[in-house]
């Protein structure tokens, strides 16, 4: 379909709403208005939930909303989440980290679910239980597993844990996205921030080049004479035609993009000399390097036996239950689940579907019928939003985006429409969050 075949207000705007209103088409199933307590085995059930991000977050509160008997432990080492959206903000000087923070406090309070600061170290499916670093034993019904993403660290030569602590990649929100500030701080005017981008699936496919845009953006204020060059193993990316008229029209020629057929793929990563080597040996030297490597589900899912050879989990569509092990399900990065991006939104949608079929599956009847909806915006500049939609349905088997649904952001948008794309990225933010966590920015 051509993206821009519609007016921006009529072909974007009902997403918007089901973002404000209720965070996607999946709070719209069956779940929202809950179920009759009553269970065809006598018992309410128990639930674990690994991973307090969008997704395990969304499944604990929905699983309790559906039915507050139900016993419900969400199991999350740290006691702050730092969410990626909008970590790139905060590298661009527009956000601090305490803006991007958020805490358990309305899940345990308000809705009775019991919060364990502890990390999960290994899964027993035969036994239906979590083993946890401080001693503990959890047993379940159902296990819920959102674990995001784990960095394949060596899949890039050079790059292992150690060179992280140099160039980092700070995919995951939190000392990563500090290390990488303080560095562009730090960082001469007149220098060059590379930024290696890798090839698909990783976690939220616009990500390196919002952040592209925000790194441009505060050398722009204050190192005006820099650049930004991205690598790539890729020769498209989401957003591409918007991303790229965007830098132009704001930062001229100081961010250039090399894609693979231009030999912008990296093989190796020498983090001590802040170099990389591309596929046809062409080195690069960068004043602050940001490698974002190859990426695969959290280790917790390959302990639990979920993943597949691809490093992915696959799923049953209707119930992202795992493929592979019965009464586990497994929503958010970790998940295979295109064409659904690995995105925020996604994982929140697709936790309300889980925590539907769970508690169907409890009181014995059929799994509802699921859908889904992703919203993704994007911040160029400060006033320059950009932002991707999709609504998603099970079709022969298999999730397909629902054709004419959603679309891009019109390529010749007015400045208008750019920055109330920026306004509302906030309020998508601000809307998810408060979903997710009970807690705004």
């Not at 965070?23 to 809950?34: D, F, N, Q």
């Not at 969400?74 to 990626?84: D, G, I, K, Q």
């Not at 959102?146 to 960095?151: A, E, F």
């Not at 969050?433 to 807690?439: E, H, K, L, N, V």
Request: glycine share 10%; net charge negative.
């Amino acid at each position: 379909m051509s993206v821009n075949s519609k007016p921006f207000q009529s072909r974007l705007g009902v997403s918007r709403r089901q973002v404000l209103k209720g965070l996607g088409a999946a709070s719209s199933l069956p779940l929202i208005s809950g179920f009759a307590p009553a269970f065809a085995t006598g018992s309410d059930g128990r639930v674990v939930v690994i991973g307090g991000g969008f997704g395990g977050a969304t499944a604990a509160k929905y699983l309790k909303r559906a039915n507050p008997s139900l016993s419900v432990t969400l199991v999350e080492p740290a006691r702050t989440f730092y969410t990626c959206p909008f970590s790139n903000l905060f590298l661009g000087g527009l956000r601090e980290m305490s803006k991007i923070a958020h805490g358990y406090d309305e899940l345990r309070d308000r809705y009775g679910v019991e919060v364990v600061h502890s990390m999960a170290q290994d899964i027993d499916p035969d036994g239906h239980s979590v083993s946890l670093a401080n001693g503990d034993t959890l047993h379940y019904d159902k296990l819920v597993l959102s674990p995001g993403i784990d960095i394949r660290w060596n899949a890039l030569e050079g790059y292992d844990e150690a060179a992280a602590e140099l160039a980092p990649h700070a995919w995951k929100a939190g000392p990563q996205t500090e290390l990488l500030k303080r560095q562009i701080e730090d960082m001469d005017d007149g220098g060059t921030f590379v930024l290696v981008a890798p090839e698909n699936p990783f976690r939220c496919p616009p990500g390196p080049y919002e952040r592209a845009s925000m790194v441009a953006h505060y050398l722009a204020q204050h190192k005006p004479s820099s650049k930004v060059l991205i690598l790539d193993a890729k020769d498209n990316f989401s957003k591409q035609g918007l991303f790229t008229s965007g830098w132009e029209q704001l930062y001229g020629d100081s961010i250039e993009w090399v894609g693979l057929s231009g030999d912008g793929r990296v093989t190796r990563v020498d983090a001590e000399n802040l170099e990389v080597e591309t596929e046809f040996g062409t080195v690069h030297r960068a004043d602050v390097l940001n490698v974002v490597p190859p990426q695969k589900a959290g280790w917790i899912a390959e302990r639990a036996g979920v993943t597949d050879d691809s490093g992915w989990v696959p799923v049953k569509p209707e119930s992202f239950e795992s493929q592979q092990v019965a009464d586990i399900y497994v929503v958010g990065d970790a998940s295979v689940a295109a064409p659904m991006p690995k995105s925020g939104f996604c994982a929140n949608a697709q936790a309300k579907v889980a925590a539907a079929a769970i508690v169907a599956a409890l009181r014995g009847d059929s799994t509802p019928e699921p859908y889904w909806s992703n919203t993704c915006y994007s911040l160029i500049g400060p006033e320059y939003g950009i932002s991707v939609a999709g609504v998603y349905r099970i079709q022969d088997g298999v999730i397909a985006e629902v054709e004419g649904s959603g679309g891009l952001s019109p390529s010749d948008a007015s400045t208008e429409i750019r920055q109330m794309e920026a306004e509302y990225a906030v309020g998508w933010y601000n809307a998810i969050c408060q979903d997710t966590w009970g807690t705004e920015a």
